[in-house]
């Protein structure tokens, strides 16, 4: 579809016949989010604790020198040693640039799969805690091989998804990221400074894979190409879902006008979000935090003040946490909700957010409510917000 006259892609998560994620990238700019590079060190900012970083003639980055831990150098350099200006080192874009300041690096690398990460920062063995004791208790023995190799150099985090993994499926992605692991770590060692040494895959593929496998019940593209790129991921790593992509041919209707995008990037471009109960909010982005006001606005219920503040604030913390993921908020979120005096009421209200948190695919982490009511929480920052993509058009 096209945005301000520029030919966009754009991928959404639809649930409910609502928006709830979306992401846009113009055709000809590939991402470069996760994509590994031996990169040089021209600059130690010490007074910062981070180290500047080349990547390519046109990309610098960014690396707090707490993410070098277990760095991997290209040059001979040995590890444990402090990061000096003209090392040349294994690299890791983590984070998009974001309002003008440079991508953040790691040297703490990630290899991701539907069911598995492979990272060489943390050497643990670790399982998600959104899984059952039962999950968890299988998945753990799956790895009991994994977790005796001495010396072993890097470590695994099986993912939510693993938990309907097939030992077959699950054991396969192992060894595609144990493989991808050592090309980049092992041999991108005697590569010269600047390669690249791993490309992440397409962003609509990325969104395929990193979807709750269970909430997924249809993929649908309107884009041959898409469609053929897709169907050979699936094959490979989830075979079962290929019965559920679908290539749309309907001309007369656009994909992007039946599932509403046009209307849902317009909603990414007001601060003013109306509920159904009348209330509304208000989202604004500064530079240190994201602020969220909720206000009763036109409602007109009957009750008691405090079970009409309680409806509305129920109803504005599913939407908020909508409103975050649809619009990719990130950093440090305060939540003014309307002010209500009963404690209970209070306690509902801070759990039944969390429970929407716990939906969103980015890590969220619902912080408390202080002496002003404000409810403080925090959203792990990757990608970089919506709308800063819509103004980069």
Same mark, same amino acid.
């Given at each position: 579809?096209?945005?301000? &006259? +520029?030919?966009?892609?754009?991928?959404?998560?639809?649930?409910?016949?609502?928006?709830?994620?979306?992401?846009?990238?113009?055709? %000809?700019?590939?991402?470069?989010?996760?994509?590994?590079?031996?990169?040089?060190?021209?600059?130690?900012?010490?007074?910062?604790?981070?180290?500047?970083?080349?990547?390519?003639?046109? +990309?610098?980055?960014?690396?707090?020198?707490?993410?070098? &831990?277990?760095? !991997?150098?290209? $040059?001979?350099?040995?590890?444990?040693?402090?990061?000096?200006? %003209?090392?040349? !080192?294994?690299?890791?874009?983590?984070?998009?640039? =974001?309002?003008?300041?440079?991508?953040?690096?790691?040297?703490?690398?990630?290899?991701?799969?539907?069911?598995? +990460?492979?990272?060489?920062?943390?050497?643990?063995?670790?399982?998600?805690?959104?899984?059952?004791?039962?999950?968890?208790?299988?998945?753990?023995?799956?790895?009991?091989?994994?977790?005796? !190799?001495?010396?072993?150099?890097? %470590?695994?985090?099986?993912?939510?998804?693993?938990?309907?993994?097939?030992?077959?499926?699950?054991?396969?992605?192992?060894?595609?990221?144990?493989?991808?692991?050592?090309?980049?770590?092992?041999?991108?060692?005697?590569?010269?400074?600047?390669?690249?040494?791993?490309?992440?895959?397409?962003?609509?593929?990325?969104?395929?894979?990193?979807?709750?496998?269970?909430?997924?019940? &249809?993929?649908?593209?309107?884009?041959?190409?898409?469609?053929?790129?897709?169907?050979?991921?699936?094959?490979?790593?989830?075979?079962?879902?290929?019965?559920?992509?679908?290539?749309?041919?309907?001309?007369?209707?656009?994909?992007?006008?039946?599932?509403?995008?046009?209307?849902?990037?317009?909603?990414?471009?007001?601060?003013?979000?109306?509920?159904?109960?009348?209330?509304?909010? +208000?989202?604004?982005?500064?530079?240190?935090?994201?602020?969220?006001?909720?206000?009763?606005?036109?409602?007109?219920?009957?009750?008691?003040?405090?079970? @009409?503040?309680?409806?509305?604030?129920?109803?504005?913390?599913?939407?908020?946490?909508?409103?975050?993921?649809?619009?990719?908020?990130?950093?440090?979120?305060?939540?003014?909700?309307?002010?209500?005096?009963?404690?209970?009421?209070?306690?509902?209200?801070?759990?039944?957010?969390?429970?929407?948190?716990?939906?969103?695919?980015?890590?969220?982490?619902?912080? $408390?409510? @202080?002496?002003?009511?404000?409810? &403080? =929480? @925090?959203?792990?920052?990757?990608?970089?917000?919506?709308?800063?993509?819509?103004?980069?058009?």
């Amino acid at each position: 579809m096209y945005l301000r &006259e +520029v030919l966009c892609t754009v991928c959404a998560v639809v649930k409910d016949q609502k928006v709830i994620e979306l992401r846009l990238e113009p055709s %000809g700019k590939k991402n470069i989010l996760n994509n590994i590079y031996v990169g040089q060190v021209e600059k130690i900012a010490t007074n910062i604790q981070a180290a500047f970083v080349r990547l390519n003639d046109s +990309v610098n980055g960014y690396l707090p020198l707490n993410q070098c &831990e277990h760095a !991997i150098f290209a $040059d001979g350099h040995r590890e444990g040693q402090p990061l000096r200006p %003209g090392d040349q !080192i294994l690299i890791q874009i983590n984070r998009d640039a =974001m309002k003008g300041k440079l991508p953040a690096l790691t040297a703490n690398l990630n290899f991701s799969g539907k069911f598995l +990460v492979l990272t060489t920062g943390n050497r643990k063995i670790g399982i998600s805690n959104k899984l059952s004791k039962e999950e968890s208790s299988k998945l753990s023995k799956w790895l009991d091989e994994e977790r005796n !190799i001495p010396d072993r150099g890097y %470590g695994l985090i099986a993912r939510t998804n693993a938990a309907d993994a097939s030992k077959e499926e699950f054991f396969h992605e192992l060894d595609m990221l144990k493989k991808q692991y050592e090309k980049v770590a092992v041999y991108g060692r005697n590569r010269t400074c600047f390669s690249l040494l791993y490309e992440s895959e397409p962003f609509y593929l990325s969104a395929v894979r990193d979807i709750y496998g269970r909430d997924l019940d &249809e993929i649908v593209t309107d884009i041959s190409e898409m469609h053929t790129k897709i169907s050979d991921y699936l094959n490979e790593f989830q075979p079962e879902k290929l019965a559920i992509l679908n290539l749309y041919q309907d001309k007369l209707l656009p994909l992007y006008k039946l599932h509403s995008l046009e209307s849902a990037i317009d909603e990414i471009c007001h601060e003013k979000i109306w509920l159904k109960s009348g209330g509304f909010l +208000v989202i604004q982005q500064t530079e240190a935090f994201v602020s969220i006001d909720v206000n009763s606005g036109k409602y007109t219920g009957k009750k008691k003040a405090e079970e @009409t503040y309680r409806k509305i604030n129920l109803e504005a913390a599913a939407e908020i946490a909508r409103q975050l993921r649809l619009r990719n908020l990130s950093g440090i979120i305060l939540i003014d909700f309307i002010n209500m005096q009963n404690t209970d009421h209070q306690d509902e209200l801070f759990h039944v957010l969390q429970k929407h948190l716990r939906k969103d695919p980015v890590k969220c982490t619902a912080v $408390d409510i @202080t002496p002003l009511h404000i409810l &403080e =929480m @925090t959203r792990q920052k990757v990608r970089r917000p919506v709308i800063e993509d819509i103004h980069s058009l």
